[in-house]
């Protein structure tokens, strides 16, 4: 079965300071997505990014990066300076692909979030 | 482009009620997935429509339920509520085909508490 783990329950940090967060994934299949969320205070789920499993390149958007490693099972979330916004639940999620096709059967399986608080 | 929609954003109901929650996709879109969030389990995935059809279903009894019109618009029912079905309800939708492995976008929730 698919499994998602983020470690760190909560991590606070002085705003323009760099956070990592977390997230291996355990799932027997070949073909998988990883989805990083953020949830602010309001409650939407926010999509920051997704990643196949043929796909190791690490990739940067502004001040966010995520470094993914096969060999770990790791994909891991960094906030490059962080700032007061920035703070949230953030959320690292799988999809398996059994079919080979791209659909996932069950679903989204999402880790328990670590709460990001960015102090002023 | 309006995101996901969902109504009603606040509910309360008695224990041994029913509910309905309803989900308009981004258009275009033609999957819609239903999740449920809790302090304890975090974010669980209920079930997904896509073309009128549920395809896939997350582990939860059948007192829950949901169907997808042909505008791609869904509902979600529950029945016989308990006291644990208090929760923020999520639905998410993509474009659908390969519904998972495209993003999903979410919906702001509803949330429910059974009293």
Same mark, same amino acid.
């Given at each position: 079965?698919?499994?998602v783990?983020?470690?760190q329950?909560?991590?606070s940090?002085? =705003?323009?300071?760099d956070?990592t967060?977390?997230?291996?994934? =355990?799932?027997?299949d ?8 953020k949830?602010?205070?309001?409650? =939407?789920?926010?999509?920051?990014i ?7 390149q690490?990739?940067?958007s502004?001040?966010?990066s ?6 770990t ?10 700032q ?8 690292c ?5 059994p ?10 399986t ?8 960015i102090?002023? | 482009?309006?995101?996901v929609?969902?109504?009603p954003?606040y509910?309360i109901?008695?224990?041994?009620q029913?509910?309905t ?12 997935s239903w999740?449920?969030?809790t ?6 995935f209920?079930f997904?429509?896509f073309? &009128?059809?549920?395809?896939n279903?997350?582990?939860f ?6 169907r997808?019109?042909s505008?791609s618009r869904s &509902?979600m029912?529950v029945?016989?509520?308990e006291?644990?079905?208090?929760a ?14 495209? &993003? ?7 949330r429910?508490?059974?009293?």
């Amino acid at each position: 079965a698919q499994k998602v783990t983020q470690a760190q329950t909560e991590i606070s940090v002085v =705003e323009k300071e760099d956070v990592t967060l977390d997230c291996v994934y =355990e799932t027997r299949d070949t073909t998988y997505y990883l989805f990083w969320y953020k949830q602010p205070p309001s409650g =939407e789920l926010v999509f920051l990014i997704r990643r196949n499993s043929f796909d190791e390149q690490n990739e940067i958007s502004g001040r966010y990066s995520w470094n993914f490693q096969k060999s770990t099972s790791s994909f891991n979330f960094t906030i490059t300076a962080s700032q007061v916004v920035d703070s949230a639940v953030y959320f690292c999620a799988l999809s398996e692909d059994p079919l080979g096709s791209g659909g996932g059967a069950d679903g989204l399986t999402f880790g328990k979030g670590t709460h990001l608080i960015i102090q002023p | 482009k309006a995101g996901v929609t969902q109504t009603p954003r606040y509910l309360i109901k008695t224990r041994g009620q029913q509910v309905t929650l309803s989900c308009s996709p981004i258009s275009g879109h033609r999957s819609v997935s239903w999740y449920q969030q809790t302090p304890g389990q975090g974010l669980q995935f209920l079930f997904e429509y896509f073309s &009128e059809t549920q395809r896939n279903k997350g582990n939860f009894p059948g007192r829950f339920s949901g169907r997808q019109f042909s505008n791609s618009r869904s &509902e979600m029912n529950v029945s016989t509520l308990e006291l644990g079905d208090s929760a923020l309800y999520l639905c998410a939708s993509s474009l659908g085909g390969t519904a998972i492995s495209y &993003e999903q976008y979410f919906g702001p929730g509803t949330r429910l508490t059974v009293t």
